[in-house]
């Protein structure tokens, strides 16, 4: 009889589980639906202040040499320009289709979603947007100039150039990605000096400006 | 809301309250047997499931907790720490944890619990483990290589499989619950099947 008893107490401890965890699966499929969640402006203030909002481009150089698959790393900007120059791992959503349904479909709402334009603004722009539909959405700082300017620009004519530490990481990096990256063509040109040839790249004189806003 | 919760309290809070939950996942361990290493090994020769039952009762309960706690915006999701996914040294690491659990009788957690109720083996597997971590200490550039080798980031299973996390959560739940059935079976009625192919049956002196 006590036998019976705890049987059906484990029965009953399961049945409970079972039904909490399709409660939470239901709830989680119904809120990740198409509607936009509201966004909190007080704490998403409070985060954009705190620079939680945003990848350096340090980050996301180490997220993609340690190959990580938790992020989506979204270029936003129209399709020539991705084709000229884009950073590893990249995926080409112009910002024109971000949210159409073709655009939105390419974004997972399990992973970090990082956007990235030519420069700060129109990134943080659609990451704002992106958020307030749900996605976990970051910008990386600067754009593509932040990430030419700290890590594909050689340390040596840099306007701040890093610590000894930090400068032999930093040409290590710009080596991984020099060698990785260059676009594919007619550019045998030594990276040390030499940008890949493209209207994207600004002039080697303002890349020094490093993180100055845009 | 913007960390888990941890960020709320004063350091002194944190730290008692990591004290009392460390004092109430010991007495618990203690309350399953888990200080008794026959009884843990027993998972191993297929003659008591409870190793299975208790740690897989303990993560399906904290994963549903943490989904609601989620769900109810009390728990940033985005701030809890998940541990980098290095493929290679993981797998090689959790068959040496488990060779080294099946020889000692204990894993780390379970050994200082049979400690603390004043079990000797219990005292000779702690002194194992600090002179293995010693050794690892000592011998690791040797194999720095190796050790961050199949590296994939910060990987959590709805990532992965790219899933809703909810149905994840079902699904190990499910696969849980069908676990603990499948392991009563083996006990209760399927006990001749478990005494022939996995040693000696559960009470049976050997």
């Known amino acids: ?214 | 809301m913007n960390a888990p919760f941890v960020a709320s309290f004063s350091v002194t809070v944190f730290i008692l309250m990591s004290l009392g939950l460390g004092f109430f996942f010991g007495f618990f361990l203690e309350r399953a047997g888990f200080s008794s290493a026959l009884k843990l090994t027993g998972q191993f020769y297929f003659r008591d499931f409870s190793v299975l039952k208790v740690m897989f009762t303990a993560i399906i309960v904290a994963m549903v907790g943490i989904g609601y706690f989620a769900m109810m915006g009390w728990l940033d999701m985005s701030q809890v720490f998940v541990p980098p996914a290095f493929v290679w040294p993981q797998l090689v690491g959790g068959l040496l944890l488990g060779a080294g659990f099946i020889v000692g009788g204990y894993c780390p957690g379970t050994s200082l619990v049979a400690a603390a109720v004043g079990k000797l083996d219990a005292l000779f597997f702690i002194g194992g483990i600090f002179i293995g971590i010693f050794l690892f200490g000592v011998t690791e550039p040797g194999f720095a290589h190796f050790n961050v080798s199949g590296s994939l980031g910060p990987l959590t299973l709805p990532v992965w499989l790219n899933l809703n996390t909810g149905i994840v959560v079902l699904a190990i739940v499910v696969v849980a619950v069908t676990a603990f059935w499948a392991s009563e079976m083996s006990e209760g009625p399927w006990r001749l099947f478990a005494r022939t192919y996995g040693g000696a049956g559960e009470g049976e002196k050997r």
């Not at chain 1, 991984?176 to 007619?186: E, L, N």
Request: contains cysteine; aromatic residues 8%.
């Open chain 1, 1 to 214: 009889m006590r036998f019976e008893l705890r049987l059906a107490g484990k029965r009953l401890a399961a049945a409970v589980i079972v039904l909490l965890a399709a409660v939470l699966a239901l709830a989680a499929t119904i809120a990740k639906g198409p509607g936009a969640g509201p966004l909190d402006a007080a704490a998403t203030a409070q985060a954009i202040d705190a620079e939680r909002d945003h990848v350096t481009p340090g980050e996301m150089a180490r997220w993609i040499l340690e190959k990580r698959q938790d992020y989506q790393l979204i270029d936003i900007r129209p399709a020539w320009q991705f084709d000229d120059y884009h950073i590893p791992t990249a995926t080409n959503v112009p910002l024109t289709t971000l949210f159409a349904e073709s655009g939105l479909k390419q974004l997972s709402r399990e992973k970090k979603i990082v956007l990235y334009g030519f420069g700060a603004g129109h990134a943080a722009q659609a990451q704002l947007l992106l958020s307030m539909k749900g996605y976990q959405a970051y910008s990386l700082r600067d754009g593509i100039e932040g990430w030419w300017g700290s890590i594909m620009t050689p340390s040596s004519i840099r306007s701040d150039p890093p610590d000894p530490t930090g400068y032999r990481q930093a040409k290590q990096l710009r080596e991984r990605f020099m060698g990785s990256s260059a676009p594919a063509a007619g550019t045998s040109a030594p990276p040390l000096a030499v940008p890949p040839p493209s209207t994207v790249i600004p002039p080697k004189n303002k890349l020094k400006l490093g993180r100055g806003c845009s």
